[in-house]
């Protein structure tokens, strides 16, 4: 049997696999993801996973943290593949009856200096950050246990480019009775709309990153809405969360957070304490709940 995740060198005790807790974090091979599965390794009682696309890298990132005395587990996991996600549903599922903990942390974002026309950064950017992250969340929520946790790594972009939208855009994405069906219509018409170069006439930010964020966000309330509805007495908290502008090589080295300090508040949601029935549905950075 595996070892848990800890800080020590001394094997779980032999339990029913399906009685340990299991955390997973998307993307975190490096990066906030990584200081991610670095802080659940230290705070969270249970195994905590590591997962990338790429073995190969996901494997050298579990040594890195061997080497500071942590055992974070490995799968194999890339959200561009419904291949893979549903794949890693089905183990999770088959060996700890389910999901625990699971941070939504894979993402991408094209570099300011990017030459890639807006149509192609809108498609690409809008098919990891929203469409495929809903994918994952279309296989996981429904095996996430009760008293589960789900945290959306979003950005505080999100809330920017809502206040760049038409007022029209601003009343829907703000709206209580949006539904998943009627917010991938709109993701899927930005996308349209930036094709035909009318995004902005349209009533769009014009930022392909930011309008991936804002679907994700609005995608975390509406999935949250929906699990007080049909699951109202599991005690699942799930929010979307901004964890700064944090040194990556996504954001660049100019940011003033450490990947550790960018992992505090996805950490801190992940963990909120058993009972707890707030923030859900929520918008969270700096471990406070935000304005929308």
Known sequence: MSQRCSSTDTPAPTTDMSTTRVAVVTGSNKGIGLATVRALCKQFQGDVYLTS????????????????????????????????????????????????????????????????????????????????????????LPIIKTGGRVVNVSSFVSVQALNK??????QRFRSEDITEEELVGLMQKFIDDAKKGEHKQAGWPDTAYGASKLGLTTLSMILARGLSKERPNDGILLNACCPGWVRTD???????????????????????????????????????????
């Not at 939208?165 to 601003?170: H, I, M, R, T």
């Open 53 to 140: 696309r790429d073995v190969g890298r996901g494997q050298e990132a579990v040594a890195s943290l061997n080497s500071e005395g942590l055992k974070p587990m490995f799968h194999q996991l890339d959200i561009n593949d419904l291949n893979s996600i549903t794949a890693a549903a089905a183990f999770f599922k088959e060996k700890y009856g389910g999901v625990d903990v699971l941070i939504n942390n894979a993402g991408i974002a094209f570099k300011v200096a990017d030459t890639a026309p807006f149509a192609v950064q809108a498609e690409v950017t809008l098919k990891t950050n929203f469409f495929d992250t809903r994918d994952m969340l279309t296989q996981f």
């Open 165 to 170: 939208c038409s007022p029209a855009l601003q």
């Open 250 to 292: 996504m954001a660049g080295p100019k940011a003033p957070k450490s990947p550790d300090e960018g992992a505090v508040t996805p950490v801190y949601l992940a963990l909120l304490p058993p009972g707890a029935a707030e923030p859900h549905g929520k918008f969270v950075s700096e471990k406070e709940v935000q304005m929308w």
